[in-house]
């Protein structure tokens, strides 16, 4: 296992351990985990994202730490959260990401998740030009993703 994975791992398992909310000392936790404390920056970067369902407060000085927050809200108000969080444009491997992190939340079922990803996926778009492709497939991803919205769950 790769140490970003055991500090992640770390991480979301004080998440569960503390209703979603972790303090973290940067400097501590690199030395518990033998790591250096910028391997800790990158995986809060990285891995916990508003796009992932995190939020990520830093204090830096004499005390400084950083504050994890799992964010807990209605399934519908998560997934308009996504849809705002796209942009003009993205690739198939980041919106497989964020639909990947949306079906482990709970936000999307199994099915949803690979109908999107077909949709999205690169050979949908094998005849579109390249330098569309990427603006095509964030307002096809958003559209969907509004639309599982309305859908019942």
Do not use: W
Request: aromatic share 4%; charged share 20%.
């Amino acid at each position: 296992m790769k140490m970003s994975d055991i500090v992640a791992r770390y991480i979301i398992d004080m998440l569960n351990a503390c209703d979603g909310n972790a303090e973290i000392q940067r400097n501590e936790l690199a030395g518990t985990l033998g790591c250096v404390p910028s391997q800790i920056n990158y995986v809060i970067s990285s891995r916990f994202t508003p796009e992932q369902g995190y939020i990520v407060e830093s204090r830096r000085g004499g005390g400084g730490y950083i504050k994890i927050t799992r964010i807990t809200t209605d399934r519908r108000i998560a997934i308009m959260h996504v849809v705002n969080t796209i942009g003009d444009s993205i690739s198939a491997a980041s919106a497989a990401t964020i639909l990947e992190n949306m079906a482990e939340r709970g936000m999307l079922d199994r099915r949803e998740k690979v109908l999107i990803l077909s949709a999205l996926s690169d050979q949908a778009y094998k005849d579109v030009p390249q330098g569309v492709r990427d603006a095509l497939r964030a307002s096809v991803m958003k559209n969907m993703l509004a639309t599982v919205v309305v859908l019942p769950h």
